[in-house]
């Protein structure tokens, strides 16, 4: 996430609001990152997901004390952070719980069901092509080949999930299932989802 997005998110959070930023669909280092200096100026991570081949992060502003002292103490050493000035320095540990955080949180947008309904339909629509080119052998053989991706692809989605979530019960995080049903973490601090 370039310094562009990053003071682009300080001026919005002078409204003292919720904030959401809107990405293409770059690293979730990147995000984090960008959650990182909202939280080092008065605001907290909320929530991470795609919407429309981009990446949406929404941070809120902190109620805790230390977080209000933090950000208060950021804006008098860094004041002109939203419009140019320099920012505080990057702290590599909470940008890899930021990470995992969000990385956790897009991969359980859908459930498996879901991925494999959307994986399926997409490897069909990618059959197509061959199928009208070359005629339903080749078509099919396509099809047949990236039908066989669909188990390791959910594999590969599961051990990702996983190792983000033991990166984040290591850091002291709690799972919890927001009001939508997805599976989420909290940081030790925060209070469970209503």
Do not use: C
């Not at 995000?31 to 941070?59: M, P, T, W």
């Not at 949180?105 to 309904?117: H, P, S, Y």
């Not at 047949?144 to 594999?155: E, T, Y």
Request: charged share 20%; no cysteine; hydrophobic share 45%.
């Amino acid at each position: 996430m370039g310094k562009r997005h990053i003071r682009k998110m300080l001026r919005r959070m002078g409204g003292g609001g919720p904030v959401q930023s809107t990405t293409g669909l770059g690293t979730t280092k990147g995000l984090a990152r960008l959650a990182f200096y909202a939280e080092q100026f008065g605001y907290e991570y909320d929530s991470a997901h795609q919407l429309n081949k981009k990446y949406v992060i929404r941070v809120v502003p902190a109620h805790d004390p230390k977080a209000r002292a933090r950000a208060a103490e950021n804006w008098v050493r860094y004041p002109g952070a939203a419009s140019g000035g320099a920012l505080p320095p990057l702290d590599d540990d909470a940008v890899s719980v930021l990470n995992a955080r969000i990385s956790y949180e897009l991969a359980t947008q859908f459930t498996e069901k879901q991925l494999f309904g959307i994986t399926a339909f997409g490897f069909t629509g990618l059959a197509i092509g061959p199928w009208i080119k070359f005629g339903l052998v080749v078509g099919g053989t396509v099809w047949v080949a990236l039908m066989a991706l669909v188990p390791l692809l959910l594999v590969a989605n599961r051990r990702y999930r996983a190792k983000n979530a033991a990166l984040l019960e290591g850091a002291g995080f709690t799972a919890v299932t927001d009001p939508e049903g997805r599976p989420r973490y909290l940081p030790p601090a925060a209070d469970p989802l209503d």
